[in-house]
């Protein structure tokens, strides 16, 4: 069935360490986006992709980096580079920039933790 | 530039009594607007949106709001509570005119119901 699928649903990450979270979608939605979120504080933009081999940077990018090299694929990676990196970061899907008003679909998200 | 505010952080009700959850907006033009519902660790589902056509939306699971332009708000009710409609909402508005599906999120409301 089509969906968002997030791994892994939880994380650890040593210091000085880059970890990759995973995004796939088959909902064949051309805009990708990756949030981050923090208690009392909403979702925040990190990344988002509007089409293959390409993306923009969010309001929050420093200390992360993401690819596009396939339409189903958005992975984000933490890098050592981002010091506060403990949060919940939900993937989501757009029918993309020429279509506007639509919603946002969302994974179930993969909460990260500091060891 | 768009921005949403959530006017309350805490909502708490009985079951079977009506919910309100308040929000208003700001946009420099006619806005795109969402209610979306997070439960714990999970990630967000779309509960309605207005994209300019009626005033009152209705969404799923009984909610509906409405777009008061005059008020500037889009405050989400919903007429008896259930023990499941426990989690946190968030009111979401597109950021920006032409091409971009970009989401402004506000900072959240978590619902209560009480037996």
């Known amino acids: 069935d089509g969906g968002i699928t997030q791994s892994p649903k939880y994380l650890f990450r040593k210091e000085g360490q880059n970890v990759t979270l995973s995004c796939e979608q088959n909902?064949?939605?051309?805009?990708m986006y990756w949030y981050r979120q923090d208690p009392g504080q909403g979702l925040r933009l990190i990344y988002y992709?509007?089409?293959?081999?390409?993306?923009q940077k969010g309001d929050i990018a420093e200390g992360y980096s993401v690819s596009r090299e396939k339409k189903e694929s958005f992975p984000l990676t933490v890098t050592s580079a981002q010091k506060n990196p403990t949060a919940f970061y939900l993937c989501?899907?757009?029918?993309?920039?020429?279509?506007?008003?639509?919603?946002?679909?969302f994974g179930d998200g993969t909460r990260l933790s500091i060891l | 530039a768009q921005s949403v505010t959530q006017l309350d952080s805490h909502v708490s009700v009985s079951e079977g009594t009506p919910v309100l959850l308040r929000c208003n907006y700001s946009?420099?033009?006619?806005?795109?607007l969402f209610w979306y519902v997070q439960h714990p660790n999970k990630g967000l589902q779309l509960l309605l949106k207005?994209?300019?056509?009626?005033?009152l939306v209705k969404g799923i699971n009984g909610f509906e709001a409405e777009f008061k332009k005059s008020e500037t708000s889009f405050h989400l009710t919903k007429p008896s509570a259930h023990m499941s409609d426990a989690a946190e909402y968030f009111c979401?508005?597109?950021?920006?005119?032409?091409?971009?599906?970009?989401?402004?999120f506000g900072t959240g409301t978590l619902l209560a119901v009480q037996p």
């Open positions: 909902l064949n939605h051309d805009a």
């Open positions: 979401v508005v597109r950021a920006g005119g032409g091409a971009t599906n970009k989401l402004i």
């Open positions: 207005y994209t300019s056509a009626a005033t």
């Open positions: 946009s420099s033009y006619s806005p795109s």
């Open positions: 989501a899907t757009g029918a993309g920039k020429f279509i506007s008003n639509q919603p946002q679909h």
């Open positions: 992709s509007q089409i293959v081999n390409d993306f």
